[in-house]
Structures are given as structure tokens and as C-alpha cells.
């Protein structure tokens, strides 16, 4: 320890020998007005920037105003000790050091740069194409998954100008990676599930699923999971995986909703009012906002009620609940049916004596 220590020291004596007071100095104060005018500049741009995305709020200039807010001390400060150390005659071993510790700060600020410029652009640049909730859902995704190959390839870059021979660690992490892949199966299906779905849009944030025998609106598109609301209150948390195979009914994607109504007259209604209703009910769907009459016939003559069957459809039914609709028709039928004296038929036994 004790000949390390001298070792050492010998060293910095030498290094601090080799240049005059004056160089030292000289150099210091490079450093320091360097450092300081990036800071300066920095400020500057950063407050220009400001005032012009509040004015105009085009979205280059907004990015631009996020870098340069995102540019750390530190990487200013190396560019300054670069700069500083060029007019002092420094020991080949020690210069390259000192580069060496640039390049990692400057890969360090480029891997912030690209990371920040990514989740701007997803979610700040959501203000230019207005809002969109198949890209809410899908920006976790994208980020994460992002910032993982950023960073894994500055790792690398940095690694290799290390002179680490990143060509055997690559081979090495191939091997270990299959391994690694077989004990987390599940977890990267379920990620390369969420990918899936991110890119393919089956469904976004809001929209109503069901999925198998589970219906709930869409509330969260994670990595993992997606979780759905359902009407009675309670969260269902499925795994990506398994929604992918799964049948996934959309209803938020239906242009229209059509629903089948069954209306059931008694017999003793006249045969003139009869061959009255269909048309009465078609009236009846039309005259409902949102609707669209399909069709109405007298299906069978069931054994206690004469049977019709009504089909209208639901325009535009994210925005107008098919419910609604069907509450209008209905109670509309009903008035319509009692100012008319029509007899809506009910199930009856008749038991005569001795049954």
C-alpha cells in the first residue's frame, strides 16, 4: 500500500512539474470561463426558447427547449476540462483518461437527450394530433421499450471504448439471455403481448370489451396487464397474453348496435289492428333520435300470444348508448299500445273443474 502511495505521488509531482504555474493557472481559468459561458448560453437559449413555444408553440422549438433544459451540469463541465487541458502537456495515459471520462459523460447526456426527446414526442407532441387514446395507452409501452434499446447501446458503445471486447460479451450474453428467457417466459410474452397491442390497436383506453364472459371498459394498457372496469364496480386485471388469445368483442369500434325486439299481442286483438302494428312500430323506431328502423313482422303465432319482431339499430352507439334507445322504443310502444286498446299477451293456464 505504502508503494502505491509513493508510486502515486511521484506521478503527480511529475505531471504538475511538467507544466509552469502559469500553464496551470491558465488552464484553470479556461476551465472556469468555459464552464461558466455554457452555463450562460444554456440559460439564455433555454429562456429565449421559453418565450417563443408560449408564443407560436410550433413543435421543433418546444423540443429543442426540452434538450437544452435537459443538458446537465456535468457534461458542460467536462467539455470545459477538455477544452482547458489541450495547452498543458500532460502524460499520454492521463490525456486519454480524460477523454475517456468525456466520451462516457457525453454518452451519459446523449442517452438523456434521446430519452427525453422520445417521451416528448409522445406526449407532448399528443397536443399536435390532437387526442388520441389509442396513444394514451400504448405510452408506457413505447417508452419503456425505448428507453431500454437506447440504453442498452450506449452501454455498449461505452463498454467497447473502454476496450472491453464487447464481441465475447454479446456471445456471452446470448447465452445467458436464452436462459434467462426460458425462466421468464411468461414475462416476456406478456410484454411482447403489450407490444402487440400497441401497434396493432385491437383496442384503446375507454373502449368497452368483452373478453370471453368479462365486459368492462377499458381503464389502463400496462406492460404486463390491462385492467377493465366493469359495470358492477370492481377492476379485472388480465394478462396480455391471454387477452391476445383470446375472442375481444369491441363494441366501442360498431358503427351501429342492432337489437331484436320481441313483442307478444293477445289473441283477442282485432285482425284490422293486427295487420296495423308493424307499421305502427316502424313509426314508432323513426320517430326516435339515433335510430334506424330495420324491419317488424308478425313471426309465429305462438300458442298463448301472436308473436312480432321488431330489429332497429343504434346510430353511432359510443356516443349514444343502445339502452337509451331501447328505454325510448319501449315506453313509446307502451303508450302507443294503451291509447289503442291493444292488450300486450301474458302467460295463462286456464284449469277448468275436474283438472
Known amino acids: 500500500m505504502g508503494d502505491f502511495l509513493r508510486h502515486a505521488l511521484g506521478a503527480s509531482l511529475r505531471v504538475l512539474s511538467a507544466n509552469s504555474i502559469a500553464d496551470w493557472l491558465t488552464a484553470g481559468a479556461v476551465a472556469v470561463v468555459t464552464w461558466t459561458a455554457l452555463l450562460l448560453v444554456r440559460r439564455v437559449a433555454r429562456s429565449r426558447l421559453g418565450r417563443a413555444t408560449a408564443a407560436s408553440r410550433p413543435f421543433a422549438v418546444r423540443l429543442l427547449a426540452e434538450l437544452i433544459g435537459s443538458t446537465r451540469r456535468y457534461f458542460l463541465a467536462g467539455i470545459a476540462i477538455s477544452i482547458a487541458q489541450e495547452g498543458l502537456g500532460l502524460p499520454p495515459a492521463l490525456r486519454g483518461a480524460i477523454e475517456r471520462a468525456v466520451l462516457l459523460l457525453s454518452l451519459l447526456q446523449v442517452g438523456i437527450w434521446a430519452s427525453r426527446a422520445i417521451r416528448f414526442h409522445l406526449v407532448d407532441g399528443e397536443r399536435d394530433r390532437g387526442a388520441d387514446r389509442a396513444l394514451t395507452g400504448s405510452l408506457g409501452i413505447i417508452d419503456f421499450v425505448g428507453r431500454i434499446l437506447i440504453w442498452s447501446l450506449l452501454v455498449l458503445l461505452a463498454l467497447d471504448n473502454l476496450g472491453v471486447n464487447i464481441t465475447a460479451l454479446l ?121 334506424r328502423f330495420e324491419r317488424c313482422h308478425l313471426k309465429s303465432l305462438e300458442e298463448w300470444a301472436v308473436h312480432y319482431e321488431l330489429a332497429y339499430f343504434r346510430v353511432d352507439p359510443a356516443q349514444n348508448p343502445l339502452l337509451d334507445l331501447q328505454h325510448g322504443v319501449n315506453l313509446a310502444i307502451v303508450e302507443s299500445f294503451q291509447r289503442r286498446g291493444i292488450r300486450f299477451a301474458v302467460p295463462m293456464r286456464r284449469i277448468l273443474p275436474g283438472d
Open 171 to 291: 456471445a456471452g450474453l446470448g447465452v445467458g439471455g436464452v436462459a434467462v428467457a426460458l425462466a421468464l417466459q411468461n414475462i416476456l410474452g406478456d410484454l411482447f403481448a403489450s407490444l402487440s397491442i400497441a401497434l396493432d390497436k385491437p383496442f384503446v383506453v375507454g373502449d368497452v370489451l368483452t373478453i370471453d364472459a368479462l365486459t368492462g371498459k377499458v381503464e389502463r394498457v400496462g406492460i404486463k396487464t390491462t385492467r377493465l372496469r366493469a359495470d358492477s364496480g370492481e377492476q379485472i386485471v388480465l394478462s396480455n397474453a391471454d387477452i391476445l388469445k383470446s375472442r375481444v368483442r369491441n363494441f366501442a369500434r360498431a358503427a351501429e348496435a342492432r337489437t331484436v325486439a320481441t313483442i307478444r299481442v293477445a289473441y283477442d286483438t282485432p285482425a284490422e289492428t293486427l295487420r296495423e302494428i308493424p307499421a305502427l312500430l316502424e313509426a314508432i323506431v323513426r320517430a326516435q333520435p339515433h335510430a
